[in-house]
């Protein structure tokens, strides 16, 4: 499919993406919802690829958040197995497409061998300018800001920081990945409208788009459609 030419300055630098929807695109089928999460990994790649052709810039999956350890242990164990393996699966095209892989997320319960690929995957890629994948991976947007403010405290507490110097640039550098830019549009699949914890301090302006489609059917067309709509949308930023 031909990638659309979109009007200089109608394309979102930073997409964030909740791959809604994988469950229950299974249950239509009759299927385990780890056979919806597996169907999604298709989608996920495509969409990076449409990002790509039309100049995107960064893009954040939700891949799994704090909270998804309430998941059945089952699913929490597949899912952190499968991230671990589309990783590892994925990187050197990754690579080779000149995208930079960057994981995002809080170290504390999340399984070391899925830390090592990612932190494998950051390293192989980390010299990548074109485009940066931010694997939000045990993610939380809370925790983020609560780990930020411990980080700033025990900095305060060393004498490394005065509390008067604290301002929303300083407090960016302590969050789980400083270099990220802030959202410019926030999708979510499968018709649910809410942002469930994701990427809080960075989608402030971030235009929200809600599609009703389940994640697993999602393609890089998805996305394109998104952009669209984003081009129409007069973005202020709080000026009249
Ligand atoms: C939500 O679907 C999806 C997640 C819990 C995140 C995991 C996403 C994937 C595995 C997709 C591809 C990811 C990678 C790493 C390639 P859901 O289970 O909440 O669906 P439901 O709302 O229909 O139950």
């Given amino acids: 499919m031909k990638a659309p030419k979109f009007p200089k300055g109608s394309v979102p630098d930073h997409v964030a993406v909740v791959m809604d929807g994988n469950g229950r695109w299974a249950k239509k089928r009759g299927l385990p919802r780890t056979a919806g999460h597996e169907a999604g990994e ?22 799994f958040s704090t909270e998804n350890w309430k998941r059945s242990p089952d699913e929490v164990k597949f899912l952190m197995g499968f991230n671990r393996e589309v990783i590892r699966r994925r990187r050197d095209q990754m690579n080779e497409m ?17 830390l090592d690929e990612l932190l494998e995957a950051e390293e192989l890629t980390k010299k990548n300018k074109k485009f940066t994948l931010n694997m939000c991976v045990n993610y939380g947007g809370r925790s983020e800001i609560v780990d930020a403010t411990t980080k700033i405290a025990v900095d305060i507490a060393k004498k490394k920081i005065k509390p008067d110097q604290i301002n929303e640039k300083l407090f960016s550098k302590y969050l789980y990945n400083p270099g990220m830019s802030d959202v410019d549009l926030f999708l979510r699949s499968s018709g649910e409208q809410r942002t469930s914890n994701f990427l809080p301090w960075q989608s402030v302006y971030a235009e929200m ?7 697993p059917d999602v393609t890089r067309k998805t996305l394109w459609d998104a952009i ?9 930023f709080g000026k009249a």
């Fill in 98 to 114: 000149g995208v930079r892989i960057r994981w995002v997320g809080k170290e504390k319960r999340l399984w070391k061998s899925v």
């Fill in 228 to 236: 669209a709509i984003y081009g129409e949308r007069d973005r202020r």
């Fill in 209 to 215: 788009i809600f599609m009703d489609v389940l994640w």
């Fill in 42 to 63: 298709a989608a996920l790649f495509d969409m990076v690829e449409g990002a790509l052709e039309v100049g995107v810039k960064e893009l954040s999956a939700y891949a």
